[in-house]
């Protein structure tokens, strides 16, 4: 106990020190900038992939279950829709995202620290925290979120493929179940999940990354470490924000 209180302190000065203003506006958005294409863009195939196999898996093992004559055909579409959104891709999504992009944030800025890079961008007078974790940060705010609302497009599409080439649905019955009693609730609820698990994904790595010490050894320590956590608290998260919001 005494020593997650002592990491979740080190971890809000770490923060708190990286929230000041850069000392080169424009080497900052570069950077920022960088961090997007590597968040966001690099990891947008992974994305893809596991998205449209999730709606696929989805849609025909709900059919497999609703074999029911009282249970109409649409509601298959409309539990493909609601679980890809309240669940499926916001949390499995993020976690395939920590263990991609969280083990690049530990792995390069532990390898940073250990080549003493960050050492010596603090004897020129850098703010290192500022300059490499807060860019990691609000790129993740930014990004993950947005690949999450493409996950939730290409799961519902990947449910859609697999109705079609298997014969579950016709066209009309999906598109009547996709659009049936639909709350765009779901949609906000996945958002403040996706930022939450943004916030945990770029933020842990980060700590354990930037602190690390010994050799090469202890940056793949780190990073295995910032990986498995990272999962564990965005699973907790996913529990309480659960009964918090709905």
Known sequence: ????????????????AGLTRPENLRV??????EQCVDIGIRSLPIVLIISVFLGMV??????????????????????VRDSSI???CPTVVCIVLAGVVGSKIASELGNMRISEQIDALEIMGVNTKTYLIM????????????LIIVSIAVCIWGGYLAAMFSHILTRQQ?????????MVFNLVYAMIKSFTFSLLISIIPAYYGYYVTGGALEIGRAATKAVVITCI?????????SIILL
């Open 58 to 79: 989805l849609t025909i093992q709900l059919s497999y279950q609703l074999i029911s004559p009282l249970v109409a055909k649409t509601v298959i579409a409309a539990l």
């Open 28 to 33: 900052y958005w570069i950077e920022f900038m």
């Open 1 to 16: 106990m005494r020593t997650f209180f002592a990491n979740f302190g080190q971890i809000i000065m770490m923060i708190r």
């Open 233 to 241: 608290l965005i699973l907790s998260a996913d529990y309480g924000l």
């Open 86 to 88: 309240l669940e499926l």
């Open 174 to 182: 999906f598109f009547v179940g996709l659009t049936t009693n639909f």
């Open 135 to 146: 860019p990691k940060i609000i790129a993740s705010m930014i990004m993950i979120p947005c």
